[in-house]
């Protein structure tokens, strides 16, 4: 580095992925190949009536807004309401975004949140809030409850309801308190609901809902993602809806960066958001590999923890997580360590259900 810059990712931890290539190699090695359910990517295919307005929405020549078209966020707007219950939306209060990692990482700085001011973020968590606030110099504290923030007052705080990793669902009543006790003092709440159309033991509910806020969204960011429901992780396809005074200002300032998504994704997103059929069918997909690898889990003496909603399962035998992912690695299997999401994690290992179904039932038949 010159010497007058400064390395702003000596400022930011390892990137966790980065430690799991020796357990990869050992997964690897395994005689029926490896069965990789350490991250949630996507592998089914993406629906074709998505991929038909991705091709006619493709020959536009011109640069596309930052605001997206009207067509989009109308699209955004109906599906909250009609998948979820979110009443109140209009085009002002959706913006899109070139994936929700990009966009949950830049909006502490986005939003203003100053140097060596505090983000609150759940205590076991996704590592992209924490970089979010490291890179816009603020402080992090996990916590799980407003509670425990003490007695300074955050500039943002975080929530991810279902969450990644645990799947844990936030009832409504918890919602509830996180809302009154952030307005009372002046923050705000940005809540990643990318799971939020994934939920199997427990309803989970938007932070727009007006069973949490009344039907007023001030001072709350729903952040919500293609990406799983509907295959598109490889699009880049979010959103982010609410607040309009906020949603405003984070579109005053891309709009500066040149924070655009592409013109044909956002084609392709307005058939996504317009179709239930494919959400409905690619959920079924997951269920059923959720429950093969829970009951195939649970036999093989773990215990399943949360694991209520989402694409995970949060899984423990009582052991230091790295531990417990060089058993899976023996078996030809990699998980990720629970101790990528927090301190709190580290005798937990997370196990994606998003392989092939081929693949899953490898995973079972070695875990048998």
Known sequence: MADLLRPVSATLP?????SLDEAKATASAHPGGIVDLSVGTPVDPVDPIIRQALADSSEFPGYPATVGTAQLREAAAAALGRRFGIDGLDESAILPVIGTKEAIAGLPAQLGVPAGGLVVIPEVAYPTYEVGALLAGARVLRADSTVAVGPETPALL???SPSNPTGKVLPVDHLR???AWARERGVVVVSDECYL???????????????????DHTGLIAVHSLSKVSNLA???AGFLAGDRALIAELLAVRKHAGMIVPFPV???MVAALDDDVHVNEQRERYRVRRDKLRIALEGAGFTLDDSEAGLYLWATRGE?????VDWFAARGILVAPGEFYGPRGARHIRMAFTATDERVDA????LA
């Open 363 to 366: 995973a079972v038949a070695r």
């Open 197 to 215: 159309g994934l939920a199997w033991d427990s309803p989970a509910v938007s932070i727009l809902d007006p069973a949490v806020c009344g039907g």
């Open 158 to 160: 975080f929530l991810n």
């Open 234 to 236: 490889s699009y880049r």
């Open 266 to 268: 956002q084609g392709a």
């Open 177 to 179: 308190k996180v809302v």
């Open 320 to 324: 230091d997580s790295r531990a417990t």
């Open 14 to 18: 390892d990137f966790p992925w980065d």
